[in-house]
């Protein structure tokens, strides 16, 4: 069966880090293009990240441009999303998601294939 599991979530402060992990089972994240989404009360989901295949690059929305860092570890099939800077817009429950038929990553939900069930970011003072 195949799944993806989010850790990392929590609550920070405005301008605290933190560190999502996105852990695969039951098949190989390297063969998947990956993305990070999130979602806020009340407001649809919106894509946050996403990385491509070994080798390909890597996008972000203009909101989180140089404050967030997505990555992946082929050797424990993990992907990772690094939250700096983190402001109050940024709380949202976030999604990982794994997308089998791209080589390059979509901002496009309808374009990945398995997701994670969520983990919830907190910022406030």
């Known amino acids: 069966q195949k799944q993806l599991v989010e850790s990392g979530g929590g609550s920070v402060q405005p301008g605290g880090s933190l560190r999502l992990s996105c852990a695969a089972s039951?098949?190989?994240?390297?063969?998947?293009?990956l993305g990070w989404f999130r979602q806020a009360p009340g407001k649809e989901r919106e894509w946050v990240s996403c990385i491509g295949r070994i080798g390909s690059r890597t996008n972000y929305a203009d909101s989180v441009k140089g404050r967030f860092t997505i990555s992946r570890d082929s050797g424990k099939n993990t992907m990772y999303l690094q939250l700096n800077s983190l402001k109050p817009a940024d709380a949202a429950v976030y999604y990982c998601?794994?997308?089998?038929?791209?080589?390059?990553?979509?901002?496009?939900?309808?374009?990945?294939?398995?997701w994670g069930q969520g983990t919830q970011v907190t910022v406030s003072s």
């Open positions: 998601a794994a997308d089998a038929g791209r080589y390059d990553c979509s901002g496009n939900p309808d374009e990945y294939d398995y």
């Open positions: 039951g098949f190989t994240l390297d063969y998947y293009a």
